[in-house]
C-alpha cells in the first residue's frame, strides 16, 4: 500500500426494490503522489461515483478511503468539510460555479471558505491576489469581472479550474472536464491540466472520453460495470 | 466571512427580501406606536384614577368613623418615612344643585344628584394629597372666562384693563389653563405681558404658591365647598349655551345614612371646582370643611379615614406593617433563613411555614394587597410560629444574632402598633389597593394589546420563513457547489439564518426609526390628519386631554419589540436554513 491516497474494496449501493442496485462493487485503487491517473468507461460504469467517493462528496457503502494511513471514512462532517475545501480540488463536467459571483468571486470562493474553517490567517486580499494570479494564468486576466454567464464554455471551465486550485490542493480532480466543450477548447484543458502535473507534481485523477490524450499523460484504469477491468 | 458574503449577495438579487423586510419595519412600527400610545394613555390614567388618594389609607376595619384620630395621627406622623397625614370624614350624599336667581334667592333645587361629600382639614389635606393640584387648577374659571373674552376683543381691550386686574386674574391661572384656551392666543398674551413689564413666569410662580383657601360665606349656615366640574353642569338653556353653578351658587348635601328618622342636610355655597380628569369623581365629589362634616353627619370628632403621604411609595409595605404591629414578607423570610440556619425547628412545621409565606410574598394573593384582614392573621400566625421555634432552640443552648434579631424585631414591631390599647381594627391600604380593579383592568389591556399585536410579527415571520424557503429552493445547485468546496452543515446554515436574520435586523431598524418619528410627533399627524378627514379623531372633551399622551421611556419597550422581531426572523428562517444545510452534496449538483 502507498501511503499517498488508496481505495480499499469500495462499494456503493442505490436501495431499489428488492435487490440494491450496486452501482461499485469492491474497487481497490492506489493513487501515487504525483501521479496522472485517468479514469476511463462507458457511460454508467460508476466514474462519477467512485470520483465523488474519493473526494468526499459522496459515502460509500463500504470499504475504506485512506490518505496519508488515516481513515477518512472515520472523521466527523466538519473535519470532512476541511478536507474538501484545502485537501481536494474538483472540477465537474458542467463547471459549476456560482451564477450570482462574478469570475474572480468563485475562485476566491473556496479560500473563504477556507478562511473560517480552519483559522487560516489569509486576508481576504491575499486570497483576491492569488486568484487573479491563478486568472491570468489561465488567459483570464481581462475577465476578472465577468459572471459565469457572460463566459464561453472554455472560460468556465478555467475559471473552475482556477477554483480547484485555489487553495493548493492535493488532489485534483475532474469528472469529464471536456465533456462540454468543443475538441480544440477541451485540448486547452486537458494541456493546463498535463502542465500543472509535469511542472508542479500536482496529482491528478481525471475522468475522461478522450482515451488518446490520457495514453500520452500517465496511467489509466477502465471501467465497467462499478468494477476496474483493466489498468 | 464567506457566510455574510452569499446572505447578503442572494438577498440583493431577490427583491421578495424587500417584502420581509418592510413586513417587519411594519409590524415592528405598529407594536412601538401603539404600546407607547397605551403606555402614555396609563400613566396619565393611573394619575387620574390616583386623584387625590393618599399613598396610604388608615380606615377602621369595620368601616365605621373612630374618634381619637388626632392621637393616632400624632403615632402615625412618628413612624419613619411619613412625611404628612391629614384626616377626612367621607360618606354618601344626595346633592341637589341651586342656581342663584336673578332676585337674589335660591329657587328649589334644579337638579339632584347622587354623591360623595369629603370633609378634609384643608391645611393638612394640601400636606398629604395633591388635592391643591386639582383645585387650584380649576379654581379661576371664571378669570379665565372673563380673560378670553377681553383678549378676543382685541388689543384696545387689553389696554383699557388695567395691568393689575390682569395680573390678579394671572395669579389664579396655570400653564395648562393658557395652553388650553383657544380664545387667547398666547403669543399675544405674552407680547402684551413683555410690554407691560410683566413676567408670565412669575405669575404663574405666584399662582403655583398662593395656598389654597375655602373662602368667605355669607353666614354660618352655609359651608364653603369645592364641587366637582362635572357635578356643577345643570344643563343648556334655550340658547343651547352650558349652564352650571358658579359663585355664590349652592349644593345642598343630604346624608345618606341608614338613620331614617333624622335626616340631616348642609347647605353648601361652592367656592370652587375641582377637576381631576376622571369623570366619576369630577361629577360626584363634593369638598368641605372637616368640622362641617362632622357636624352635619352629628359625628364631632370622629373621622372615616387618615391619609397618609411617604416619603417614596416604595416604603408603603413597611410602614403599613408597623401601622399595624406586624412583620413584612421580607423580615418573616429572614426570621425563617435564621431557623433554617439553626438547622433547628420541627422539619414539617418548617414546610408549612415556608408554604404560607410564599403565598404571602406571592402577588397573586389579591386578598393580601387589598389589606384583607386574613393577610394580617396569617402573618400573625407565622411570626408566632417562627419565633416559638426560635424559642425552643434557645431553650436548648442554640442561638445566633439573626435569631435574637428577629426575636427583638417581633416584640419591637407589637410595639409600635397604631391604636395600641384601644379597641380600634384598623385597615390600611394603598391607594393601589383602592383602585385594584381599575388598575387591574388597564394592565391587562395592555398585556392583551401586546399578545395581539405579536400576531403581526407572527404574520412577517411566516413571510420570512417562504421567502427564505424560496431563495433555498432556487439555489440548491449553490448548496451542493459551496458544499463540494468545503462548506460545512453549519456554514450553509449560516447563510440562510443569515438571510432571515438581516431581514429582521433591518426591518426593526427601519420599524424603530419609523416607530420614533411617528411617537414624537404623533399630535402633528393627527393635526393633519384631521383636516384631512375633516373630523376630530382625538376630541378633547372626551379625554380631557390637549394631546395624546405617549410613552416618555420607550427604551425598553423598544428594546424587548426589537429582540422578539429578531428573534421571529431568526425562528423563521432556521427551518428552510436547517433543511438546506442537510442536503446531500451530490443530489444537489445533479439538481436541475
Ligand atoms: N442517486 C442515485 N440513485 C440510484 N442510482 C444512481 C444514483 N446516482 C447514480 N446512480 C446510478 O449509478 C450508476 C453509475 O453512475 P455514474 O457514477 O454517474 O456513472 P458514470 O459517471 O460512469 O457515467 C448509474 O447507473 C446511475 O444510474
Ligand atoms: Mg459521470
New interface residues.
Partial sequence: MSNFLSLHEITKEYPQGETPLRVLKGVTLEVAKGEYLTIVGASGAGKSTLL?IM?L??QPTSGELLFEGRDLGKIS??EQ??????LFG?V?QFF??????NAVENVM??G??????WGWTLTRRQVRRSAEELLARVGLKERLKHRPSQLSGGERQRVALC?ALI?QPRVLLLDEPTGNLDSHTGEEIHELVRTLNREQGQTIVMVTHNEAAARRAGRVIRMLDGEIVSC | ???L?VAL??MR?NWLNLVGVAAVAIGVLVLIVVLSVMKGFDEEFRARVRATLSDLIVENWYDEPFGNYEELMAQIEKIPHVTACAPRYEGLALLTLRKKLPDGTYGPGQQRRYGEFLGIDLPREVKATDFAEYVRAWRGRAAREELAALFSQGDIAIAAISKEHVAAELNSLRPEDLQIMDALPRERLTAWAKKEGLSLQSAFATAAATPVEWGEVPDSKLSPAFAGSELLVIGQDENGTQVSLGTGDQVVVFSATDNFANQTFRRCQVNGEFRSGMYDYDARNIYLPLADAQRFMSNEGKVTSINIRLDSFDNAPIVRATLLGILTPDELRRGLDALRSLGGGAAPKLKEIEAQLKLLSSSEVTWFATADYRAITVTRSLEYDIYGALETLHKTGVANPAAEEFQKLVLQREGSRVGRGSKLALRVSTWEDKRRPMLRAVMLERRIMGVILFFVMLVAGFLILSIVHTTVLSKI??I????????????IMSIFLLNGLLMGAVGSALGTLGGMLITKNINAIQAVLEKMVGYSLFPQDIYYLDRIPVDQHPFWNTTVICLSAVVVSLLASAYPAWKASRLN??EA?RYE
Avoid at chain 1, 468539510?81 to 484545502?86: D, I, K, P, S
Avoid at chain 1, 473563504?112 to 474553517?117: R, T
Avoid at chain 2, 451542493?480 to 456554514?491: E, N, P, Y
Fill in positions: 465523488h473526494g462528496l459522496d462532517g466538519l468539510a476541511q478536507l474538501r475545501n484545502h474538483f465537474f459549476h460555479l456560482l451564477p450570482d459571483f470562493m473556496p473563504l471558505v477556507g478562511q473560517g474553517l477554483r487553495n | 466571512m464567506y457566510k458574503m449577495r442572494y438579487r445547485r449553490d451542493g457547489i459551496l458544499k463540494s468546496i468545503g462548506g460545512s452543515v453549519g456554514g452534496a451530490v449538483l
